[in-house]
């Protein structure tokens, strides 16, 4: 009580607005009932020991103190040779990279540093559920454009309902590419299509690469990852967001890196100075070695992911699940219909407790709840074992 005898809200708008993560409250509830655990996108299986030893040494080379805020010079560097490497285009490690703790921090501290309060961002939904706090975060509006499924279970977007949204209070689009949680690989033909757009209406575009080198090409699908940032004129209005965590398998590292134009890198660095000065300057060292790794490490990476996603798609179909296979990342977003299930989250409560399973219910993916409510998500970042152990438990549901 205060001396005037109101009581005051201690809860601010913006935290009581959005609830806690779904995903990490679905690993809890995994861990309490001994759960396999498809939910959370982590992978239990060891990182790879060279990297784990660059940071070993670096520690032991005394690399404990705070590094410079925007990042070690060796890593920015590293982050600028992969870029040429694996993007095409070149950027100046001075004036357009912040290293951040996790992608997670880098799109807030991006969208802190570049969006005003009441203006539009517009998200394809499903969307990764952080995007939708880090909207709230910054005091913009989302404007949510469906993606579809063709019976044959790929995801797309109709071109007219993307166009219709974008208007003068438009100051961003966020796209996830390849894409947590429907594994969409963006085409050319759409990234033309959305790079035309926030040139003609001046936005920004903030692209998620987390899982760039996680796709899965075939003679029939021959994807490849583009990054906006390649297109013509989208250099100068493309935020690239990406992260160690998962083409190293080391999320609990908490290193992640933010492409921008100089002006925009500049408002970052601001933002992420007072947010958390650096990112663990070890870890960063370590970084710097495994951006480096050759050709052969990305190759396997995709091929042993490959077998994890083709282990695990036709497992999903046989216990019921309507589902295709994505075409990137490490997720199946699947239909539960067939179940009888009023609720997504009634379906993963039984999953996790009865069948011994845990996933991430598809409602979490949505803004519009109900769009979610008969889907769940399954991650395969797993070990094999982790795999059969799901798969001999989810024949209990037929
Ligand atoms: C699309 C996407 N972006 C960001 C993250 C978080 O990444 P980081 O560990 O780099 O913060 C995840 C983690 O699952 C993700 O799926």
């Excluded at 921090?105 to 706090?133: K, Q, T």
């Excluded at 760039?212 to 493309?238: F, N, Q, W």
């Amino acid at each position: 009580m205060t001396q005037t005898g109101q009581i005051k809200n201690r809860i601010s708008q913006k935290a009581a607005s959005f609830t806690e993560s779904v995903i990490r409250e679905m690993s809890r509830e995994a861990a309490k009932y001994a759960a396999v655990n498809l939910g959370q996108g982590f992978p239990d299986f060891a990182a790879p020991f060279d990297v784990k030893e660059e940071a070993m040494k670096a520690i032991a080379n005394d690399h404990n103190q705070y590094a410079i805020t925007w990042g070690v010079k060796s890593f920015r560097d590293a982050i600028a040779a992969k870029t040429r490497r694996f993007l095409g285009f070149e950027i100046d490690p001075e004036t357009e990279i912040t290293v951040t703790c996790g992608s997670t921090e880098g799109m807030i501290a991006g969208m802190l540093a570049c969006i005003d309060e009441g203006e539009e961002v517009v998200l394809f939904e499903p969307f990764y559920e952080n995007y939708a706090p880090d909207v709230i975060l910054s005091d913009a509006r989302p404007v949510h454009v469906p993606l579809y499924q063709t019976p044959a279970g790929d995801w797309y977007f109709e071109k007219d309902e993307l166009r219709a949204v974008f208007n003068e209070r438009t100051k961003a689009i966020i796209i996830c590419n390849p894409n947590n949680p429907t594994g969409k690989v963006f085409t050319r033909d759409e990234l033309e299509f959305i790079a035309e757009l926030c040139r003609e209406f001046d936005a920004i575009c903030f692209t998620d690469e987390i899982y760039e080198h996680i796709i899965y090409p075939s003679d029939e699908k021959p994807l490849e990852h583009i990054c906006v940032a390649a297109l013509d004129g989208m250099r100068e209005r493309t935020v690239v967001v990406n992260s160690l965590s998962k083409t190293y398998s080391v999320t609990g590292w908490r290193v992640g890196y933010v492409i921008a134009p100089p002006d925009i890198t500049n408002a970052i660095r601001k933002v992420h100075d007072f947010l958390t000065v650096g990112a663990a300057n070890p870890l960063q060292h370590a970084g710097a070695y495994a951006l480096g790794l050759p050709e052969k490490y990305y190759a396997d990476l995709q091929r042993e992911y490959l077998e994890k996603r083709d282990f695990i798609v036709p497992v999903l179909q046989n216990a019921g699940f309507k589902c295709g296979f994505p075409e990137g990342a490490y997720y199946v977003m699947t239909d539960i219909s067939d179940f009888g299930f009023e609720s997504d989250v009634e379906f993963t409560k039984h999953l996790i407790r009865e069948i011994g399973v845990a996933v991430v219910p598809g409602s979490s993916f949505y803004y519009d709840k109900s769009l979610g409510s008969q889907k769940v998500r399954f991650c395969f970042c797993k070990k094999q074992e982790t795999l059969d152990a799901a798969a001999e438990r989810l024949q209990k549901l037929r």
